[in-house]
C-alpha cells in the first residue's frame, strides 16, 4: 500500500487560504496615505475544470472553456481572498496574468463576466469591498467540485456552456450551463 496525498476539498482549500492570509492580531491599521508593509505574499493558482472536463482558459481577453484534449492547456488561475467581505462566504478575487475576472451589467442590463486588466494583488491589498471583483466560493453540492457566485449579482455563477470552445459567462442554478468545477491547486 502506497502513501497516496490527500487531495484536500475545496472548502478546506478555503479555510487554508484565510488562515494564510488572514491579518495579523494586533497590527494598527496604517495612517491615512500610507500603505500596509509588503510582505511576500503570492496569490494560490488553480487550474479549473467543468463537469464536462472543459478547463477554463483566457485567449485574447476572453474567458472560454476548452476541452481537456485540446492543444491549449487551462490557465492557472491566480486566487486572493477578499478580506473585506465576510470570510465564512469565501470571498475571492480570481485572476490570470494581469487580469482580474470582474463582473459587470451589459447593454441589456444582463450580468456578465469579463477579463480587465487589473492586479488582483492591488485588490487584495486595498481596504474596499470590491465587489464587481468577488466571487463567494462554495463547494459545489460535492466536496470535490466548488461554484462561484458573483458578489456584485447575488445567484448568478460563473458558468460553462455544454459546447466546447465557447466563452464563459454567468448564468443562475437550474439553466443548462455548467456551474460546477473540479480544481487542482499548483504547487
Known amino acids: 500500500m502506497g502513501n497516496k496525498a490527500h487531495k484536500k476539498m475545496w472548502e478546506e482549500e ?6 494564510e492570509y488572514k ?8 495612517p491615512e496615505g500610507h ?41 492557472s488561475f491566480a486566487v486572493f481572498p477578499n478580506t473585506c467581505l465576510d470570510p465564512k462566504k469565501n470571498p475571492i478575487f480570481m485572476g490570470v496574468g494581469n487580469c482580474a475576472v470582474s463582473c459587470r451589467k451589459s447593454g441589456d442590463g444582463q450580468p456578465q463576466l469579463q477579463v480587465m486588466e487589473k492586479d488582483i494583488e492591488m485588490l487584495y ?10 466571487f463567494y466560493s462554495m463547494s459545489g453540492g460535492r466536496p470535490e467540485t466548488c461554484s462561484f457566485e458573483s458578489a456584485e449579482f447575488p445567484g448568478w455563477f460563473i458558468s460553462t456552456s455544454s459546447e466546447p470552445n ?15 468545477f473540479y480544481f487542482e491547486k499548483k504547487k
Do not use: Y
Request: some cysteine; proline content about 14%; hydrophobic content about 35%.
Open 166 to 180: 465557447k466563452p464563459i459567462g454567468l448564468s443562475q442554478r437550474g439553466g443548462p450551463e455548467n456551474i460546477l
Open 35 to 75: 500603505s500596509v508593509p509588503e510582505v511576500l505574499k503570492v496569490p494560490w493558482l488553480f487550474q479549473f475544470w467543468d463537469i464536462s472536463h472543459k478547463f477554463l482558459s483566457v485567449m485574447n481577453n476572453t474567458l472560454i472553456a476548452t476541452p481537456q484534449n485540446s492543444n491549449s492547456p487551462g490557465s
Open 23 to 30: 491579518p495579523i492580531p494586533g497590527c494598527p491599521e496604517p
Open 14 to 19: 478555503m479555510v487554508d487560504l484565510f488562515n
Open 125 to 134: 491589498k486595498a481596504p474596499e469591498e470590491f465587489k464587481n471583483f468577488t
